[in-house]
């Protein structure tokens, strides 16, 4: 947002003072740089008053380097920067021309020489930009990118002015702006308050681009020579080459030495960047991407729980824990070098410019610190695990138990000290995205006033801990009672201890654990080489069942509800079976230990086990329904009922009817009984089938004219005695 109200700034600064001189701009086209060409009227830059300064300093910077392009006063820095980009520019003209002289596809050493000076030379005019408004993540582009826009606008400025312009060649003013352009000097520079030289502004830099435009649009009518023939100090397309081109200022020979014609084609412009560019990006990332990827699935895949040859999960604390944890730290440290590769590559040797080199940045930056980040955590982790293993093994015991426990007081105080190590990388990434140093402070500060809050209850529970892991009056793994809670002993850290008990896993705060009667029924003298308790929670439901099921359909519901549990992945060792209770029929008890470690999974786990097992029964008592007609229907129309069934019950494709038969003769009807086989997925589409069967059948018996007889009628029809006339 700030960036954005620079911009709107840089904008309304150009539009004003382009209105003082403004002179026949075209509609489309950002009215600032204001000289526009006219040979009748522009003076020449052999006529300019500072031309024979400018001559001098452009002298001093062929025979020798000064190291500072800045001075301290308006006329020093610009000429002085004018005179070192004019030496850059050269220096680029003359290698890139001495391709035919030699053979081969690297410069030779002359020209090697050349181009350090070039970028020796480039680098001093990069510190004449105040680039204090700039992220640190683009701020190495970004003066790239407006020193080579910045010397072909002052080549067009200085080439096409319409009246003289006088350079101050004194400090009285903080502040001067080159007439018909939106290029200020200053020396009010944002943290510097003893700074003496003049920097090109902030408000310089934000209006380059728009400037750069407007001399991109009209250098492009003009060739090369016609450029340089108007002002020998001139650099023609010194951006555009260098946007264009691979390499840095210059590109290698080997692209050099290709024909003109293939040149032209690999620098087809697309946007900002040339097809080559896009090319070589591609190629990059074809090979940074699988390479991050395939790091980042196998450092994700470490943390899912294995299964051994019987299904069961594997231990989180068995032997390979030291090995997993080296292993993800390893899968986790090519990420941010690779990152940092990458965006080296793309920047400098690919040369993008512009906001894609400002989004690749940003984008290498954020997962380049994301991942050292990760990387530092996963160190320290891996430290905590092995200095468990070492210290083991200077001990002579080869304890399952005692490496969980201490790697559970190692553990904390690593992990504390990889947290402060990821959470600086974090402030360092925000103010390389250039979130201002304030918000950064006001944002650290957050922490600090939670402690703050908090400080007396935190600090009594950390000096708790630390003595609970001294005296030890409890270790993981054991069986005790603190105060009214009793369970085996999961985790003790700095603020809490973790204890599973018959009903679920409580955290009790270590000052309340201190200030509690502890009673430890674990015997510390027979727990060496003790199996690993399965850390689970048991599921009990007892449920009615419908009366009149048989014995298919309860077994049916009992495989139901089994395969439900073992496709969960959060419930396992399932018990489901069915009695007869002489009270009420038949109950239905179902058992499975949830893999949970807190009441919320375990309430959910135990909520969707009952509702699957509900909804299971619901089906299942859905699956056999019976149908009636009256006695009188003929045969011939019973004998195929059974098909008049199939028929509208087959008519859902994910239906199918299986044994029909006549199952009674009623009192007053004649009773058919048919099973139906389901495949649907949803109990509500499978509740809706039936109903469209119900109806299906309604229609059908109509349109054969077989009643379904009303038991009512037919007692009231029966019982009615027939009466005889009066008088027969």
């Not at 070192?84 to 391709?99: C, F, K, L, N, P």
């Not at 509690?516 to 449920?543: A, C, F, T, W």
């Not at 499975?592 to 089906?619: M, P």
Request: negative net charge.
């Amino acid at each position: 947002m700030r960036l954005l109200v620079r911009y709107l700034m840089g904008v309304a600064v150009g539009l004003l003072l382009s209105l003082a001189t403004v002179v026949d701009v075209h509609p489309g086209e950002m009215p600032v740089v204001l000289n526009a060409p006219n040979e009748n009227v522009t003076i020449a830059l052999e006529e300019q008053p500072f031309y024979d300064d400018l001559l001098i300093y452009s002298a001093n910077w062929d025979q020798s380097y000064l190291g500072k392009v800045t001075g301290l006063t308006p006329q020093q820095t610009l000429l002085r920067f004018y005179a070192v980009m004019a030496r850059v520019g050269e220096i680029i003209r003359d290698v890139s021309q001495q391709t035919d002289q030699h053979p081969g596809l690297i410069w030779g050493q002359e020209a090697q020489d050349e181009i350090r000076e070039a970028e020796v030379l480039f680098r001093t005019a990069k510190r004449t930009l105040d680039d204090s408004s700039i992220p640190e993540s683009i701020r190495k582009d970004t003066q790239e990118e407006s020193v080579l826009k910045l010397k072909e606008i002052l080549d067009y400025a200085f080439a096409n002015s319409r009246e003289p312009i006088e350079i101050p060649n004194d400090k009285e003013k903080t502040d001067w702006t080159m007439p018909g352009t939106a290029i200020t000097l200053t020396r009010s520079v944002k943290n510097d308050s003893g700074n003496q030289d003049y920097f090109f502004s902030q408000e310089t830099l934000e209006n380059i681009n728009r400037m750069y435009g407007f001399v991109r649009d009209t250098y492009g009518r003009s060739t090369t020579e016609e450029i340089i023939a108007n002002n020998p100090l001139a650099s023609p397309r010194i951006f555009e080459d260098f946007s264009y081109s691979p390499g840095y200022l210059v590109p290698p020979k080997w692209y050099v030495s290709l024909p003109e014609s293939a040149k032209r084609y690999l620098q087809t412009p697309f946007g900002e960047q040339s097809l080559l560019q896009y090319l070589m990006t591609a190629l990059l990332l074809l090979i940074y991407i699988p390479v991050v990827l395939v790091c980042a699935v196998k450092l994700l895949n470490t943390y899912r729980y294995n299964r051994d040859r019987s299904g069961r999960l594997l231990n989180r604390f068995a032997k390979r824990q030291v090995d997993i944890s080296w292993r993800r730290f390893f899968l986790a440290l090519p990420i941010a070098p690779l990152s940092v590769i990458a965006k080296i590559s793309i920047a400098n040797r690919i040369n993008f410019t512009g906001e894609a080199l400002k989004n690749s940045n940003s984008f290498f930056d954020i997962v380049a610190y994301i991942s050292l980040g990760v990387t530092i955590v996963l160190f320290f982790e891996a430290i905590a695990n092995s200095s468990a293993v070492w210290i083991l093994k200077f001990r002579g015991s080869q304890s399952e138990l005692e490496k969980r426990r201490l790697r559970n007081l190692i553990l904390p105080f690593s992990r504390f000290l990889g947290a402060i190590g990821a959470v600086i990388l974090i402030y360092q990434l925000m103010l390389r995205l250039g979130m201002p140093p304030n918000a950064v402070i006001a944002f650290s500060a957050v922490p600090g006033l939670a402690v703050g809050l908090g400080g007396s209850r935190l600090l009594g529970n950390l000096f708790a801990g630390i003595a609970i892991q001294s005296d030890r009056p409890v270790r993981v793994g054991e069986f005790c009672k603190i105060g009214s809670e009793m369970g085996f002993v999961s985790r003790i850290g700095l603020r809490s201890i973790d204890m599973i008990t018959l009903s679920g896993r409580i955290t009790i705060p270590n000052n309340k654990v201190e200030d509690e009667i502890i009673k430890n029924y674990s015997d510390r003298q027979h727990q060496l080489g003790q199996p690993e308790n399965s850390l689970s929670q048991g599921i009990e439901l007892v449920m009615d069942l419908p009366a009149n099921l048989g014995v298919g359909q309860l077994n049916g519901i009992v495989e139901r509800i089994t395969a439900y549990i073992e496709e969960n992945d959060q419930l396992d060792s399932p018990v489901v079976s069915f009695s007869e209770d002489g009270s009420s029929g038949e109950l239905l008890t179902v058992f499975a230990k949830a893999c949970s470690d807190n009441w919320k999974d375990y309430l959910q786990l135990k909520q969707d086990l009952s509702a699957e097992s509900k909804t299971v029964i619901a089906i299942v008592n859905n699956l056999k329904h019976s149908i009636s007609i009256a006695y009188d229907t003929p045969s011939h129309k019973r004998q195929h009922i059974p098909s008049i069934i199939r028929d509208v019950v087959e008519s859902d494709k994910q239906l199918k009817l299986g044994p029909c038969r006549l199952s009674a003769l009623s009192d007053y009807s004649l009773d058919f009984t048919f099973f139906i086989e389901s495949t649907y997925d949803d109990t509500g589409a499978f509740f809706d089938a039936i109903a469209r069967i119900k109806e299906g059948l309604l229609q059908a018996f109509e349109a054969n004219e077989i009643e379904i007889p009303l038991p009512t009628s037919i007692e009231i029809h029966k019982s009615v005695p027939i009466l005889s006339p009066p008088g027969s």
